[in-house]
């Protein structure tokens, strides 16, 4: 079985956060640093076919995948000396193998999520303080 864990010099984890600028950032920057962080997961760790193994993740250093029954999707979360992704194992393998890219992609931008804009879609609209005058 091929092994996806780069020991070389700086992290995956480091590596794809170094792509993010240093300030906030356009919906349309943020996917496509998105877009760039992915290909570069998949360069750093020799992927050049499809399907992507779980292991990319999974075989990283620092980085848990457990399996439990838990009531949402999935879960990540640093417990002092790794990051824990968790996925509902009653879930289908498709929905957990999604759940656990979600997952990693809030592990690279954790710190940072401020700094990442929202489609204009998912912000509240604003209402008129007040209403127009009739004429």
Partial sequence: MK???VAEGRSV???LRALRPARRTTFSESLRIAELQATRLLSL???EDFPVPNEIISELPRIK???EPI???GLSFWDGQQWIISLNRLEPWTRQRFTLLHEYKHIVDHGH???LAEPAS???SRLPTSSPAAS
């Fill in 3 to 5: 092994r996806y864990d």
């Fill in 13 to 15: 984890l480091s590596r």
């Fill in 45 to 47: 760790t020799g992927v």
């Fill in 65 to 67: 995948v457990v399996t």
């Fill in 71 to 73: 009531p949402t999707s």
């Fill in 113 to 115: 999520v401020a700094d």
């Fill in 122 to 124: 998912s912000r509240p």
